[in-house]
């Protein structure tokens, strides 16, 4: 890219930097000493504010990048990822979102140690959270060290790597100092700067086709050098047993992920009630929805405007389809209109990524903090305050996201998330479930199920060909895959519902009628919910 559209980007990125760096440091300046304070942002928010700040929370840059450039490439079966990410809300808004801001306080455990022996349970949600939210980092990183390289013109994996290192750094930040409070208000701003990115694209795509949308697809088709089969199903799941089987499995973690996702069910204990937290996933439905509409028009906007080859030349994986298409929309790389299009829309997409891993950071710090270290400490001597070590942990997933995404970086980071919601179906809502509709179930069939689910989905993506075995893989040049699948969702995620059942079942524990009768009433009334 020119030195215009580099100084432009760089120059729109750092006002947003500095904007989310003021709140930051405005939002620190409160009281951030209590786990309320700290992990909720002391339940203030309007469900107005929450449904913004969910949603800016949701729509990643796995969705505003990588679901485009799975579309430009791939065409109708790029949809998948755009239909799941949405259908997965109305799981959320029925059978989750009110119980959970009612058995709860901070994280998933809490649900499902209301009823159970806390330690076991807390270790068992605690790791899987973490595990999950280190998976969901990995695409942002991913995403930012492909922004980066379109901005300095794949000039060098140095300057992709400092763009990964800085984002982890700042996430950081963000988390240490501000909390809940200061993530929350750094996600609505960008939910705002990324719808309304998105819209002014979308209608610059279509005024360009004078609105004709049937036109639109037919260029789009034979621009990608598939014609018709472009736009119809089984271009990239349909080679095969294999890849049909994907496709399930893919579907399958994309609709019931988003139930587990523990920085989206951390988000419901920001509002003060259970229907505060219902009308909160309403109005992120609401955005979600309109936004993943628009995502389809700009996946096949980039393949006609911009092509499929071009797209894949400038990053296999499609991730800069978006920029791609801004550049063009504007007049191309060398017109004014090209390069404030493209500085605009590269600064969105950073805006982007630094909300969505703050809003992750935090949940998985919590995680460890409130779950892991609270369980596992020792009784002995004077323990260190959860938000410090909150604050500890941060620094720690943050390393390791950093490391994880400088090695995942040729990776699309749609399918990343895919992978991340896999896990978090396997592990953390058959638990979830479990808890809070059947009666009998006991702490051996929660801790079951959580390592049934969480083991299993690992294991499997570890000897996918998402590793190794394919010059598309983590590791090119070695050979370990055992385990056709590249979505591991349509083994895994059952594997956690049989585990906790029979862990249940074999299980000598008397589950505790007056426990559950209480929790009951709790998720479903709000008497005593904190």
């Known amino acids: 890219m020119s030195g215009n559209h580099q100084s432009l980007a760089l120059l729109l990125f750092s006002v947003f930097v500095a904007i989310t760096l003021a709140i930051t440091t405005w939002v620190s300046r409160h009281r951030q000493g209590s786990a309320e304070e700290f992990y909720a942002g ?29 579309i430009a490439l791939f065409g109708y079966d790029g949809l998948l990822y755009s239909v799941g990410f949405l ?68 000039s060098g994996r140095t300057a992709q790597a400092w763009a990964v290192i800085g984002v982890g750094a700042l996430m950081v930040l963000y988390v240490s100092l501000g909390g809940m409070r200061a993530t929350t208000w750094i996600q609505i701003v960008k939910a705002v700067l990324l719808l309304g990115g998105t819209v002014a694209l979308t209608a610059l795509v279509l005024l360009r086709f004078h609105g004709d949308v049937d036109r639109l697809l ?4 034979e621009r990608s050098g598939h014609g018709r089969a472009f736009l119809a199903p089984g271009l990239k799941y349909g080679g095969g047993w294999t890849a049909r089987l994907d496709f399930i499995s893919l579907g399958l973690a994309l609709v019931l992920g988003t139930a587990g996702l523990p920085h989206i069910l951390s988000r419901f204990y920001t509002v003060p009630t259970a ?19 628009m995502t389809i028009v700009l996946g096949f906007g980039a393949a006609a405007l911009v092509g499929p080859d071009a797209v894949r030349r400038s990053n296999p994986a499609g991730n800069t389809a978006v920029p791609l298409l801004a550049l063009d929309l504007g007049g191309g790389p060398d017109s004014t209109g090209g390069t404030v299009l493209f500085a605009v829309v590269t600064a969105v997409a950073f805006a982007t990524i630094l909300a969505v891993v703050a809003g992750i950071t935090l949940a998985s710090s919590a995680s460890v903090a409130h779950d892991l270290y609270a369980s ?14 909150a604050r500890v942990a941060a620094v720690g997933i943050g390393v390791l996201a950093i490391a994880l995404g400088l090695l995942a970086r040729e990776l699309n980071v749609a399918f990343l998330v895919g992978l991340a919601f896999a896990v978090a179906a396997s592990a953390n809502l058959p638990v979830l479930l479990y808890s809070l509709f059947w009666r009998g179930f006991t702490t051996r069939g929660a801790v079951w199920s959580v390592y049934g689910g969480l083991v299993p989905a690992v294991v499997l993506v570890v000897l996918s060909p998402v590793v190794s075995g394919s010059p598309q893989s983590l590791f090119p040049g070695v050979d ?43 998720s479903l009334t709000g008497a005593g919910a904190v």
């Open 376 to 389: 596992l400490r020792s009784r002995r001597g004077k323990p260190r305050s959860e938000v410090a070590v």
């Open 218 to 221: 037919t260029t789009a088709a």
């Open 480 to 522: 370990f895959q055992y385990f056709p699948l590249r979505n591991p969702g349509l083994v895994s995620i059952p594997l956690g519902f049989v585990a906790g059942w029979l862990g249940t079942v074999t299980s000598a524990e008397i589950p505790d009628e007056a426990r559950h009768a209480e929790v009951e009433v709790r």
């Open 87 to 154: 259908v997965a809300w109305l799981v959320v808004l029925f059978l989750v979102a009110e119980l959970v801001r009612n058995c709860g306080r901070f994280t998933l455990a809490d649900v499902v140690a209301a009823r159970m022996r806390e330690r076991p349970v807390r270790i068992a949600a605690g790791t899987s959270s973490v595990t999950v939210s280190v998976l969901y980092l990995v695409a942002q990183m991913v995403g930012a060290g492909s922004l980066v390289a379109l901005l300095l013109g794949n």
């Open 275 to 293: 229907r505060a937290a219902r009308r909160s996933v309403v109005w992120s439905i609401g955005l979600i929805g309109g936004f993943y509409l």
């Open 42 to 70: 002391g339940r203030l928010f309007s469900p107005m504010e929450n449904g913004f700040a969910i949603a800016g929370d949701y729509m990643s840059a796995a969705s505003f990048l990588g679901i485009s450039g799975v």
